[in-house]
C-alpha cells in the first residue's frame, strides 16, 4: 500500500456502497478530517459507533467499512476482555432488526469459547523469552562481526529483524497479556522502526477483510504490482513485467513499513513515539553498522517476511463484493503453507499456518501448529474448504498470478472503479 500525499487525492469521494470496486490509499487521518457512518451489529445489537471512531485504537476506517453489517466475528476476533466488558455495557443505538450472523460465524464463535476454556489462548512468558532471546543473540553477534564479516553479520541481523517482525505481530495480537503490550515497543520499535498504531490500523483492516478488493490494504500494492487486470485508466507499462521484478521489489518492505511509520506518527504529530519508539532503530543501524551492513541487513529482513506474507494470500481468492461471513472469508482468501524442514518452519514464524492465525489471531503462534488439525475438522463441518500447499507449490501458484496479470489485457468494470483517498 502506499501513501497519497497530494491534496486532490485526499480530496477524492469516498463511496461507502460496500459492492463499489475502488482502488484505496492509506493516509493518516487528520483529526480534522470528517467521519463517515459508522453503524455496526453486534451481538444482535446496533451501535453507533462514528463519534468513537477518533478514539478507537484500531482506527476509525475499519469501523466505517462494518457500517450497515454485522461486526460480531469480526469484533470477538481483534479485540481484549476488556473492550467486550466495555461494549456490553454501553447500550443498543437502535431497535432495528439485527442481522444474524452466517452458520459458520456462529459455529466459530462456540468453537472459540470452547478453546479458551481450554486453554488455548494462554501465553508463555518462558516461549516468548527464548524466542526473544535467539533474536538478541543474532542482533548481538551480528554487530559484533559486522566489520569483519558483513555479509554473514548482514545475514543474522536480517534474520534477527523479520523474526522480530513475527514477534512482534504477535504480541501487537495479544489482547490480553500486557507484558506483551509493554514489550511491543521494543521488539518492533526498537529493532523495526515501527510505529504499533499504524501497523494496527492497517493490520486490522487486513485480519477482518481480507482479500477484499478496495478493503484490505495488504493487497494493494499498485503501480508496482497488481493482482487483478486494472482499468486503462490506472494501468501502468511496468506491470507487463511484474513477475520478473517482484523479488527484488519484496526486498523493499521493511523500507516501506519504516517510511509509512514515520509519516504516521509525524502525521499524528505522535512525537513521543517518533523519539521514544522509532528514532531507537536508526540510532542503533547508524551507529553501530557499517552502512551496507545497515541496508542490507533490512533488505533481507524485508524479503524475507514479504514471501510469507504474499505466498499465503495474493495466489487467492480476490473479492470484488462483501463476503458476510467472516469464517469463509477466511477460507477463501487464504492459504497454508507446508514447509519442508525445520528451517523454513523457524523462518517462516508460525505464519505458515496463516489460517489458523486469521481464525484465532490472538492465539500465540507456536500453538498454530497443533490448531491446524481442529480447524481443518471445523471447515469440514462447516461446508469451507482447508487449503494448503507445498513451498515450491505455492511460490509457483505466486509467480503464476503475477504473470497473468502482468498479461492481462487492462478491463472495464461494470462497477464504478474509483480512486478513494483512505484516511
Not at 480534522?32 to 453486534?42: E, F, H, K, S
Not at 545475514?155 to 522480530?164: R, S
Not at 482468501?333 to 525445520?342: E, M, W
Not at 508460525?350 to 489471531?361: A, N, R, S, T, V
Request: hydrophobic share 45%; glycine share 6%.
Amino acid at each position: 500500500e502506499h501513501g497519497v500525499t497530494s491534496a486532490s487525492a485526499c480530496n477524492l469521494m469516498r463511496s461507502r456502497r460496500p459492492n463499489c470496486l475502488t482502488l484505496t490509499f492509506r493516509v493518516a487521518r487528520s483529526s480534522q478530517a470528517a467521519m463517515a457512518p459508522a453503524r455496526v451489529c453486534i451481538d444482535g445489537e446496533w451501535h453507533d459507533l462514528e463519534k468513537f471512531g477518533k478514539f478507537h485504537p484500531g482506527g476509525s476506517k475499519i469501523l466505517e467499512d462494518y457500517n450497515g453489517l454485522d461486526a460480531t466475528a469480526a469484533f470477538y476476533a481483534l479485540h481484549s476482555k476488556e473492550a467486550i466488558r466495555q461494549l456490553k455495557k454501553r447500550p443498543s443505538d437502535s431497535k432495528d432488526a439485527a442481522i444474524d450472523p452466517a452458520p459458520a460465524d456462529k459455529a466459530l464463535r462456540d468453537l472459540a469459547v470452547k478453546l479458551e476454556k481450554d486453554g488455548w489462548f494462554e501465553r508463555s512468558v518462558f516461549h516468548e523469552a527464548r524466542l526473544l532471546s535467539l533474536i538478541v543473540a543474532m542482533l548481538v553477534v551480528g554487530t559484533y562481526i559486522a566489520t569483519a564479516h558483513p555479509i554473514i553479520a548482514s545475514i543474522l541481523i536480517g534474520v534477527a529483524m523479520q523474526q522480530a517482525g513475527w514477534l512482534g505481530h504477535d504480541m501487537d495480537h495479544a489482547r490480553n497479556s500486557p507484558y506483551n503490550t509493554f514489550m511491543v515497543r521494543f521488539v518492533s520499535g526498537w529493532i523495526n522502526g515501527f510505529d504499533r498504531s499504524w501497523w494496527s490500523d492497517k493490520h486490522n483492516a487486513h485480519h477482518v477483510l481480507t482479500n477484499h478488493v478496495s478493503l484490505d490494504p495488504d493487497i494493494h500494492n499498485q503501480p508496482f504490482l497488481f493482482l487483478w487486470a486494472p482499468p486503462a485508466a490506472l494501468d501502468h507499462h511496468f506491470r507487463r513485467y511484474q513477475h520478473i521484478y517482484f523479488l527484488p521489489l519484496y526486498a523493499f518492505l521493511y523500507v516501506s513499513w519504516r517510511t509509512q511509520s514515520i509519516q504516521w506518527a509525524w502525521a499524528k504529530r505522535d512525537y513521543k513515539t517518533l523519539a521514544f519508539t522509532i528514532l531507537p532503530s536508526y540510532l542503533y543501524l547508524g551507529l553501530c553498522l557499517p552502512l551496507a551492513v545497515a541496508i542490507s541487513s533490512v533488505l533481507i529482513g524485508g524479503l524475507l517476511v514479504a514471501l510469507v506474507v504474499t505466498l499465503s494470500h495474493e495466489s487467492e481468492e480476490m473479492m470484488f463484493d462483501r463476503e458476510p461471513s467472516y469464517a469463509a472469508m477466511q477460507f477463501s482468501g487464504t492459504r497454508d503453507i507446508i514447509c519442508p524442514d525445520f528451517i523454513t518452519e523457524y523462518l517462516f514464524g508460525g505464519m505458515q499456518y496463516q489460517l489458523e492465525h486469521h481464525i484465532f489471531p490472538f492465539m500465540p503462534r507456536y500453538k498454530n501448529a497443533q490448531m491446524a488439525k481442529v480447524i481443518k475438522e471445523f471447515g469440514a463441518a462447516n461446508g469451507l474448504k482447508y487449503k494448503a500447499s507445498g513451498l515450491v507449490d505455492m511460490f509457483t501458484m505466486h509467480w503464476k498470478t503475477l504473470r497473468r496479470n502482468a498479461l492481462a489485457a487492462s478491463k472495464e468494470y461494470e462497477k464504478s472503479y474509483e480512486l478513494r483517498a483512505r484516511m
